[in-house]
């Protein structure tokens, strides 16, 4: 078996699994009520979420490729890789060419980040088109060189999960964090609890819900003492959250995986959640579980009025433990039996296990080329990618009462939908014309054995490509706004169509935009001052001529404000704010006044503030004329109001003379 953070010793499995009963000699288990009501929670689907994947050239604080390869700084490979199943990446915007064989169809092997905001819209959006309700964001110890790129994806979450309608919450893991005691305290108090005023942070019985996991474990990951972990508790509680363990498999018996004297550590939370990769296998493992841990683990919760929220996991990759889908409809069903709410899903994206519901490759022609990694149909049967998320969809609604009780799987391994031809890549793509701050594009339609739906464009950075725009199934053009005055750009573009496929790129073509008197920003790199900022996200960021950086305000407080110190007093004509360009931010109407001033501490109003609309489909630009006459060296723009995020947000600050 794989080995990870979670990964415990395989003699816990095998002490857990003696004493297995026979299929078909389960007595039905009567339903037990949940300590608390449905909310967030309790009756729900939630999953774990890693979203711990980065790539060389993301621009993740990480740099380098983040739980992809066992060396980070080295492009993953054959030789050089830390998963055990390879993703199926086909409804990604942003990939990462690798170094590993071209898949067994011919196409290369590219791998996603976590890191990009297109990435997690996708896995968010994945969520709630297969009825999962609530993602647990894991949070290992952020104090060391991970942190700026897990706090980057707490904030990534977040978006995601506000634009797609599905709840999130954070989930911390203490294995190895030796002051977690007093440094997860700090953590929530100055970083994750500015999340709860999420509109889609998940709540449960009126209070923000958190997970505490690891507490309890008999290894050398987790050697916390009792009174240790009990303080914990009780201080989460005391700040007002439903708080979640993720406890240890025998936390019941107090023994095996599970360390002597934490049953007052046990019973002081919430709702329990124990772990069981590496614990079961096999059918018959898992209706021994039902036996041995589920039913009197029920029973004991209830009996003490807390929650209760066992794993559902689909089983390695790896191990070929799936048995396409009946491994894990087993585990749904014996819920079902017991009457069991609420369950955890293990895991979304853990691809180093092989233990995710992702979309995953369904064949050796969607893996890489000696590799070594088994495909979903490694037991002969086929199965679509996205299928163990349709399981996931199809147990939570039998839980819900939605469907009957079954013990067969609801919908089969794989629907064949009739397309699995990619549309050709668009032809002949060429710059029509350019502008400062823009480049027109044109291309030949591409063709399809079902039907175009539309067309990606992207900017290439490297070895990296970013979408910058879509247009629709009966448009052979696009023109890419919100650029930089006297730069080179590259593009190419794709087609996608119904079923989801997507055409290889087309050839790239390079643009540079026009200089000129009236192109000239006058801001680019000036000094900045701001209001505050949050994390990384500071206000040089919106001078910088990047627009793939920006400032973001401090969270939750408007007003805030942006400024810049042109250097002397100017005639300003007008002002043009962008957002990064990718369509993963959404389309927000953001409410913004400009102010000016002679010496940086007297301000006078240049224009009243008014809803300025930032659309993807427009290039995320909005342009702000000013009054014939305005005359300023400091101009700040004071945010009052944003639709899509709590806080002022712009990647670029572009001012121009009249």
């Known amino acids: 078996m794989t080995v990870s953070r979670r990964t415990l010793l395989q003699a816990v499995t095998t002490a857990g699994v003696a004493g297995a009963v026979g299929l078909g000699q389960i007595p039905l288990a009567a339903p037990a009520a949940a300590a608390s009501q449905p909310g967030d929670v309790v009756g729900k689907v939630t999953v774990g979420y890693q979203g711990w994947f980065a790539c060389a ?25 830390a998963i055990v199943a390879w993703p199926d990446v086909r409804d990604y915007p942003a990939t990462y060419r690798t170094a590993f064989g071209d898949l067994g169809n ?33 949070r290992f110890n952020p104090t060391g060189g991970e942190g700026p790129t897990r706090d980057a994806m707490a904030a990534k979450v977040r978006s995601a999960a506000e634009s797609q309608g599905v ?37 449960q019985n009126g209070k923000p819900a958190v997970c505490l996991w690891g507490f309890g474990f008999n290894d050398a990951q987790r050697p916390f003492a009792p009174d240790v972990c009990l303080d914990v508790v009780n201080w989460f509680k005391a700040q007002g959250c439903y708080v979640i363990g993720g ?67 689909p089983g390695g990759v790896g191990d070929r433990q799936r048995a396409h889908g009946d491994f894990m409809w087993r585990q749904f069903y014996n819920m079902g039996r017991a009457g069991v709410p609420s369950v955890y899903i293990s895991m979304f994206d853990e691809y180093n296990e092989g233990n995710q519901i992702a979309k995953t490759a369904e064949s050796q022609a969607w893996v890489p080329a000696g590799s070594g990694f088994l495909a979903l149909d490694e037991d002969g049967t086929a199965c679509s990618s996205d299928y163990y998320l349709r399981l996931t969809g199809d147990g939570g609604r039998m839980l819900k009462g939605q469907i009957a009780l079954t013990a067969t799987r609801p919908t089969p391994p794989r629907v064949d939908n009739g397309d699995t031809a990619a549309p050709t890549a668009p032809g002949n793509v060429r710059a029509t014309g350019v502008t400062a701050t823009t480049v027109a594009l044109a291309w030949t339609a591409s063709t399809d054995n079902v039907g175009v739906t539309s067309y990606r ?14 247009a629709d199934a009966n448009a052979t053009s696009f023109t890419v706004s919100g650029l930089t005055a006297a730069t080179s ?39 900045t001052t701001e209001s505050g900022h949050t994390q990384t996200y500071g206000s040089a960021n919106a001078v910088d001529g990047n627009p793939g950086t920006y400032w ?18 100017t005639q300003v004509g007008r002002v043009v704010l962008t957002l990064p360009p990718a369509d993963a931010w959404a389309t927000r109407t953001q409410t913004i006044a400009v102010q000016g001033s002679a010496d940086g501490a007297s301000f006078s109003t240049l224009r009243s503030a008014a809803a300025c609309t930032f659309n993807p489909a427009s290039g995320n630009t909005v342009t702000l004329t000013l009054p014939s006459g305005a005359s300023a060296r400091h101009l700040r723009l004071v945010f009052t109001a944003n639709t899509g995020w709590p806080a002022g947000q712009i990647s670029e600050f572009r001012v121009y003379a009249a």
């Open 57 to 81: 050239g993301d621009g993740a604080p990480i740099n380098g490729w983040w739980h992809w390869a066992q060396n980070w700084g080295q492009t993953p490979s054959a030789t050089n890789k």
């Open 552 to 569: 973001e305000s401090t969270n939750g407080a408007f007003p805030q404000w942006l400024q810049v110190d042109l250097g002397a007093a």
């Open 457 to 470: 464009v992207r900017r290439i950075t490297g070895s990296t490509a970013i979408p910058v725009g879509t």
């Open 489 to 527: 750009y590259t593009f190419d573009a794709q087609a996608l169509d119904a079923a989801g496929n997507v055409s290889q790129p087309s050839n790239r073509v390079t643009a540079t935009t026009i200089t000129g008197p009236a192109s000239d920003n006058l801001a680019l790199n000036r000094p």
């Open 247 to 313: 406890v240890p498999t025998w936390w019941r018996t107090g023994d095996r995986d599970s360390r002597p004297g934490f049953t007052g550590v046990y019973r002081a939370f919430d709702m329990l959640s124990p772990w069981m990769v590496g614990r079961i296998g096999t059918l018959a493992d898992a209706d021994n579980f039902y036996n041995v841990a589920t039913v009197p683990d029920l029973a004991e919760c209830s009996a003490h009025g807390i929650d209760y929220q066992p794993c559902v996991l």
């Open 106 to 138: 011919g196409q290369h092997a590219a791998l996603f980040s976590s890191y990009d905001q297109s990435t997690v819209d996708v896995h968010f959006r994945w969520m709630k088109q297969y009825g999962i309700d609530t993602a647990a964001l894991q």
């Open 167 to 203: 709840k999130f919450y954070v989930m911390y893991d203490v294995s190895d964090w030796t002051t977690m005691q007093t440094d997860i305290k700090a953590d929530w108090t100055n970083k994750m609890r500015a999340h709860t005023a999420s509109s889609a942070y998940a709540r």
